[in-house]
């Protein structure tokens, strides 16, 4: 049985959806929404002795950036101290580990995608703890995966896209950053890879960090122009034009890098996995789901 960790969000939802038709070696999965975690230090080592899964892929985490800046502990609590337990669990239970990290973990300086060896250096807290929660998962002795990925978007949840089409169908103008550059991820595609490489370690586990998203590279203001480009209920929307602006025109309470570009070469090689276009796969989100 595969313990999805988290219900609600992006990833688990996902996972939800490509579980319908991908029929994973590891067999049917259980998911354990963020309601059941309110007692994360006292209740689920415990609750997981009795599930017993054959494999916990961890999608839960918080991802509200600016938030996290003043809401540190709770901030904590899901991003490094969840994650340690699990890894404690695994690396008792000979349980393998999948588990979420961010391209927050890098600086984000200069041009060329970042490779998995990397010099980390987040630029702040939500960075901070995801790499933490990294660190406490590569020493714990457990089997594990961890991906870093970008810019992940779906129909459901809180994301760039659904942001974008909401102030779409409000307001004529909007500016939009357009000096970070990286690659927005669909769910759905970071689910089924998740999957596929999973099947691959079944008979031979390579524990590490790899890369995971869509191909390609774009900025905030190129993303917003193809969501609205490809929208399919254009009469819902309001915008006329589209502004890009530098990231120091749009203050945040967390800084972002600027270059969230993530090298997929590893992941290539050691899985042959290579992930369609970005561009692609949020048409393909914006005409099922015709949003």
């Known amino acids: 049985m595969i313990l999805v960790i988290g219900r609600n969000g992006q990833l688990a939802q996902a996972f ?14 259980q998911y354990l929404g963020r309601d059941e975690l309110q007692s994360i230090d006292g209740e689920i080592f415990s609750r997981l002795k009795r599930l017993q899964p054959s494999l916990i892929i961890n999608t839960a985490a918080y991802t509200a950036v600016d938030k996290a800046e003043t809401d540190r ?24 580990l999948v588990h979420y990290s961010t391209d927050y973990v890098y600086a984000g300086v200069g041009t060329t995608p970042h490779v998995e060896s ?9 960075g901070e703890t995801k790499l933490r929660g990294e660190m406490e998962i590569n020493s714990s002795g457990s089997k594990f995966l961890i991906f870093r990925t970008s810019w992940v ?3 459901v949840g809180v994301n760039f896209v659904k942001s974008m089409l909401r102030l779409g169908a409000e307001k004529d103008t909007l500016s939009i950053v357009s000096d970070q550059w990286g690659a927005p991820t669909f769910a759905d595609d970071l689910a089924l890879a998740t999957l596929q490489i999973l099947e691959k370690q079944k008979n ?31 009469q819902a929307l309001k915008i006329k034009l589209l502004k890009p602006i530098p990231s120091s025109e749009f203050p945040t309470p ?33 005409f099922d789901q015709r949003i």
């Open 118 to 126: 990397d010099p980390t250096a987040p630029l702040n807290y939500y």
């Open 204 to 234: 031979s586990w390579r524990s590490g960090i790899y890369h995971l998203a869509n191909a390609g590279e774009t900025n905030w203001y190129h993303f917003a122009e193809k969501i609205f480009a490809n929208a399919t209920n254009q």
């Open 153 to 155: 978007f779906s129909s």
């Open 254 to 286: 967390a800084r972002r890098p600027v270059n969230s570009r993530l090298s997929m070469a590893k992941v290539a090689r050691d899985f042959g996995i290579q992930m369609r276009p970005w561009d692609v796969a949020l048409m393909q989100m914006l």
């Open 73 to 96: 502990d709770a901030c904590f609590l899901l991003n490094v101290t969840l994650p340690k337990i699990l890894a404690e669990y695994c690396a008792q239970a000979s349980t393998p």
């Open 16 to 29: 939800q959806t490509v579980l319908l038709s991908f029929k994973s070696s590891y067999g049917s999965a």
